[in-house]
């Protein structure tokens, strides 16, 4: 492979969803925490907070809320949340609640939690990011004692591997990569994605599946709009105006 080993690494990112039963010593948990919050941060508001999950009975709550068992079965499982209570607690009249506020919430603490995801990749550890948490956004609030104008966005269960996945094959580069201007994709780029995707479907360990990539997208997008977010997140302060 070319590269360098951090780049080797990343290309090799396979999402873990079964762990050893062995706990993620305190050092590796702080060398993923410093790596996390070494990412950048808009204006350098760093509005996201981390909530490690270690009480198990917590942990099966949420795992049963958003349906995926590895909430529960993962040594580590914590919690990225968009957070500008704390900057606000600090100003005296902080005029928050506007769309840019959410989006930077939400850019900054993206941007983190795929730092943890590469920092623990790198020291052999495996994860998964949770973005089901939002299935049971009002139980997580509760259960985390979230206060407005935060949101939880993003679980990641991690620890040592019990399975690797094979490696998903991605969109093809032309697809994605445009030059100066929007350009859809050229015909027949998906058809022979979809070709790719089939037989890997078809041949990965789990989940087999019997389709490509592009078949199975407008269920997809269709089923995840969680209709009452809008509403869940106006009413904890964000996105007033
Ligand atoms: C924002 C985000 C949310 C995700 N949420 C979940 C989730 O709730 N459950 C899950 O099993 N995987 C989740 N994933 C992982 C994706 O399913 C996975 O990255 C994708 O299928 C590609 O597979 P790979 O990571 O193994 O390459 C999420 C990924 C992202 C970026």
Redesign the pocket.
């Known amino acids: 492979m070319t590269g360098n080993a951090t780049t080797q690494k990343m290309r090799s990112?396979?999402?873990c969803?079964a762990f050893l039963d062995k706990p993620v010593p305190a050092a590796l948990i702080d060398e993923i925490l410093d790596c996390a919050q070494m990412s950048s941060s808009s204006c350098f508001l760093q509005v996201t907070s981390i909530i490690r999950v270690t009480d198990q009975t917590k942990k099966e709550a949420i795992a049963q809320g958003?349906k995926?068992p590895w909430v529960a079965l993962a040594p580590e499982f914590w919690v990225f949340c968009a957070d500008f209570h704390r900057d606000g607690l600090l100003c005296e009249k902080p005029a928050l609640g506007w769309t840019d506020h959410f989006l930077v919430g939400c850019l900054d603490t993206?941007i983190m939690v795929q730092s943890a995801m590469t920092a623990l990749e790198s020291l052999g550890l495996g994860g998964?990011?949770?973005?089901?948490i939002r299935d049971c956004g009002e139980l997580v609030t509760e259960l985390l004692a979230l206060p407005d104008n935060t949101a939880a966005l993003?679980g990641l269960a991690f620890g040592y591997p019990k399975v690797i996945?094979e490696?998903?094959p991605r969109l093809p580069r032309e697809a994605v990569f445009m030059e100066n201007e929007y350009r859809d994709p050229a015909p027949g780029v998906i058809d022979r994605y979809d070709e790719t995707m089939r037989e890997y479907y078809s041949t990965r360990t789990h989940s087999k599946k019997a389709c490509g990539w592009s078949e199975q997208l407008e269920e997809i997008i269709n089923r995840e709009k969680r209709a009452y977010l809008l509403e869940h997140l106006k009413r904890r302060g964000w996105l007033e105006k």
Request: glycine share 18%; charged share 10%; aromatic share 6%.
């Open positions: 990112h396979t999402s969803r958003c995926q993206g998964c990011f949770v973005g089901g993003l996945n490696i998903k």
